[in-house]
């Protein structure tokens, strides 16, 4: 059992949702990254989500590409966001941490040495957005050989046919995507999730995870109650991006948490 499922089981246990936060590593800089990972559980957010920065990351909108370009500019690399997790852990060992990112650089690395050096550092599970079902022998089977989740993106546009190849070797929880496009567009809305959570539940016992679109601790309790819990990302990196204090982007994270456990 990952931290991922003994936490998603600690959560049913209270019957509460789940609150996951995404941070980009190394944004503005690592030390205050650093700053704002270790604050992050106190803040009551459940599962970790660590961007891990890349050049061409397509999937993102203007909100976290930006993040990664400050964290690249800045010296972030693998390496780095490695220490970054590890260094965490020297203070945590039961909040999950989940490396979100692109495969490219763990294809640089070479997926052996890199599964090697992410289980050392305690990253628990993986979300590489590029790489499809039909890669699974790339990274993720070996990833669930080496004891980390690989955790799978549904989105509006996974029909019932596409959505088995899809959840067959997820684990940890599924990510709904709530809308199409990009990060940090259109608005999630709960009446449009709430139907497809309950499509895609009919075909899996893991937690699903909802992402995309969710701005406020009203949108964040809305989302939750149609599903296992919610993921705030640009919302937050946007907090920090516009200067404020760590400390006040905690509290702001803490108002997102506090309305998923509403839920």
């Known amino acids: 059992m990952t931290r991922i499922d003994a936490k998603f089981a600690e959560l049913r246990k209270a019957g509460k949702k789940a609150f996951v936060s995404y941070v980009m590593a ?17 803040a009551g957010v459940d599962v970790i989500e660590l961007g891990l920065p890349f050049t061409d990351p397509m999937a993102d909108g ?44 763990i294809y640089s690395r070479g997926v052996d040495l890199f599964l090697t ?9 993986l979300i590489i957005v590029d790489l499809p079902p039909e890669e699974d022998d790339e990274l993720c089977i070996p ?43 259109a608005e999630a809305q709960a009446t449009d999730v709430g139907p497809e959570v309950a499509r895609i539940k ?16 009203d949108a964040s309790q809305a989302i ?17 991006a516009s200067g404020k204090s760590v400390s006040d982007v905690l509290a702001f994270v803490k108002s997102l948490a506090d309305g998923a456990h509403r839920a």
């Open 202 to 217: 009919s075909q899996t016992d893991l937690p699903v995870i909802v992402g995309f679109g969710i701005k406020t601790p």
């Open 26 to 42: 190394g944004d503005p800089d690592f030390d205050t990254s650093l700053e704002l990972v270790k604050g992050l559980p106190a």
């Open 143 to 185: 990833a669930q050989a080496a004891g980390l989740n690989f955790i799978r993106l549904a989105t509006p546009t996974t029909d019932d046919k596409r959505l088995p190849k899809v959840l067959q070797n997820t684990s940890g929880f599924v990510y709904y995507v709530s809308i199409t496009g990009i990060t940090g567009a």
């Open 62 to 105: 203007s909100t976290i590409q930006l993040a990664g370009q400050r964290a690249l500019e800045g010296g972030m690399t693998l390496d780095r966001t490695l220490e970054l997790a590890r260094t965490f852990r020297l203070g945590d060992d039961t909040t999950p941490i989940v490396m979100m990112g692109y495969y490219n650089p």
């Open 224 to 240: 939750a109650s149609v599903a296992d819990g919610c993921v705030v990302g640009s919302a937050i990196v946007a907090e920090l």
């Open 117 to 125: 050096q992410a289980k050392e550092a305690g990253i628990d599970g």
